[in-house]
């Protein structure tokens, strides 16, 4: 009788340590994918800050371009509308 206990006590301390193993192997797994995905973020949030910018150059390159042979406050309207445009074709496409 007392060794079939002891035997159900080794039984429950190796499920409990298989269960913390297993537990420990699944939030080491989760930390790994967990760093790629915030890498991977911050690459795309690098890559948006990027892109802005290079549309504002886009954008002042437009205006100083039609500034040329308009006013200013004409080429910076003109510039302004066609960014409008750009914006509300963006929204369309993404519905």
């Known amino acids: 009788m007392q060794r079939?206990?002891?035997m159900q006590h080794l039984d429950k301390h190796l499920a409990d340590q298989l269960a913390h193993v297993a537990r420990e192997s699944v939030r080491a797994?989760?930390?790994?994918?967990?760093?790629?995905?915030r890498r991977k973020a911050a690459l795309y949030a690098g890559s948006g800050a990027a892109a802005l910018y290079?549309?504002?150059?886009?954008?002042?390159?437009?205006?100083?371009?039609?500034d040329l042979v308009l006013p200013g406050w004409a080429a910076a309207?003109?510039?302004?509308?066609?960014?409008?445009a750009v914006a509300f074709a963006l929204r369309t496409a993404a519905r």
């Open 77 to 84: 309207l003109i510039t302004a509308v066609i960014l409008a």
């Open 54 to 66: 290079a549309g504002a150059a886009v954008a002042l390159a437009v205006g100083l371009a039609l």
């Open 29 to 37: 797994e989760l930390r790994e994918q967990t760093r790629g995905q």
């Open 4 to 6: 079939l206990e002891h």
